[in-house]
């Protein structure tokens, strides 16, 4: 897609670019910092069928050295022209080169290939931004691990597999943090987080 061809798609991101984004960036590391806990995430407004939250996590941490991987569902042309033109970040078609990867629920049953780091640099695993329509309502797991009291309880709509393959990547240090967005809300979860299923860990 040429410039001339993407302008068509462009919309505004953060009504104060430097304020919104550090803002973002702050909640998002809260979410980090506590595990499983709602966290407003509402300084962006919807692009397509990216939700305010989701969007302002891009906003927040892409730019050009943070190789992008897009599921379907996002790889269209008016989040592909404001993501480039926004964030500079590149989009990338092979998992392993992404250290972003923009999943919505199906495309989290997947996470094959992403990288979940090394020994010596497991910063640089990917990071899994999941869109979903709600926080809640899902099975209850129980979280354990920093940032949490004893444990915590949290009810993401994921399928098991989720938690299956979040287990399989899992090497702490190694393995995949992931945020959880939906509408103005995000949850964050990092690798350092133990997520048990009745009496047994599952990730």
């Not at 190789?67 to 790889?75: E, H, I, Q």
Request: a negative charge; proline letters at 8%.
């Amino acid at each position: 897609m040429n410039a001339a061809n993407s302008s068509q798609w462009l919309q505004p991101a953060f009504n104060n670019p430097v304020l919104d984004a550090q803002a973002s960036f702050r909640t998002a590391l809260k979410a980090l910092s506590e595990p499983g806990l709602l966290q407003p995430m509402d300084r962006a407004l919807a692009l397509g069928n990216l939700q305010p939250a989701t969007y302002a996590l891009c906003l927040a941490f892409l730019d050009g050295d943070t190789p992008l991987w897009l599921a379907p569902c996002f790889d269209t042309p008016a989040i592909r022209a404001n993501l480039s033109f926004h964030c500079g970040c590149p989009i990338v078609a092979e998992r392993e080169l992404a250290l972003f990867a923009l999943l919505d629920e199906a495309g989290a049953a997947d996470l094959s290939a992403f990288d979940n780091g090394s020994e010596r640099y497991p910063d640089q695993s990917c990071t899994l931004l999941v869109q979903l329509d709600a926080l809640s309502g899902g099975e209850p797991l129980r979280w354990r691990g920093p940032g949490i009291k004893d444990v915590r309880s949290v009810e993401l709509p994921l399928a098991p597999v989720f938690w299956q393959q979040r287990q399989a990547r899992s090497a702490f240090p190694r393995g995949l943090d992931a945020f959880f967005a939906a509408g103005e809300q995000v949850i964050g979860l990092p690798r350092s987080t133990r997520v048990l299923l009745n009496a047994e860990e599952a990730a």
